[in-house]
């Protein structure tokens, strides 16, 4: 856990990352990761950002207890190296994984998935 890792929810949106971050000792343990508990709805209502989160390219920090790491999940339109080192060091990452999740996917990475 060296440089006191954070965890947390993040948008990424006109080159700004907007996001919460907690060190791991106020994570919530979930299996073998502990993740921070504020949503990505909070943080869009907070932040008085237009629209629905959903449609919005974002991710999430969690840390992996099994493996001493961090998980980058992250949107796959905004996962390039300057987004990903703007999130290792806004959340003081020096070992982490980036993975890609159904759950972290904006609408233009869904398609029209989310038309009526």
Same mark, same amino acid.
């Given at each position: 856990?060296?440089? *006191?890792? +954070?965890? !947390?929810?993040?948008? /990424?949106?006109? %080159?700004?990352?907007?996001?919460?971050?907690?060190?791991? =000792?106020?994570?919530?343990?979930?299996?073998?990761?502990?993740?921070?508990?504020?949503?990505?709805?909070?943080?869009?209502?907070? *932040?008085? +950002?237009? !629209?629905?989160?959903? /449609?919005?390219? %974002?991710?999430?920090?969690?840390?992996?207890?099994?493996? =001493?790491?961090?998980?980058?999940?992250?949107?796959?339109?905004?996962?390039?190296?300057?987004?990903?080192?703007?999130?290792?060091?806004?959340?003081?990452?020096?070992?982490?994984?980036?993975?890609?999740?159904?759950?972290?996917?904006?609408?233009?990475c869904t398609g029209d998935i989310f038309d009526?």
């Open positions: 856990m060296e440089n *006191n890792p +954070l965890i !947390g929810p993040f948008f /990424y949106l006109n %080159r700004k990352l907007i996001f919460n971050a907690v060190p791991l =000792s106020e994570g919530r343990e979930q299996a073998d990761k502990l993740d921070n508990s504020y949503g990505h709805d909070r943080l869009w209502d907070e *932040n008085h +950002l237009p !629209g629905d989160y959903i /449609y919005s390219p %974002r991710g999430r920090v969690i840390w992996d207890r099994t493996n =001493s790491r961090a998980i980058i999940y992250i949107d796959r339109c905004i996962n390039r190296p300057n987004v990903i080192k703007k999130i290792a060091d806004t959340f003081r990452l020096t070992d982490y994984e980036v993975r890609h999740d159904d759950h972290y996917r904006c609408r233009k009526d």
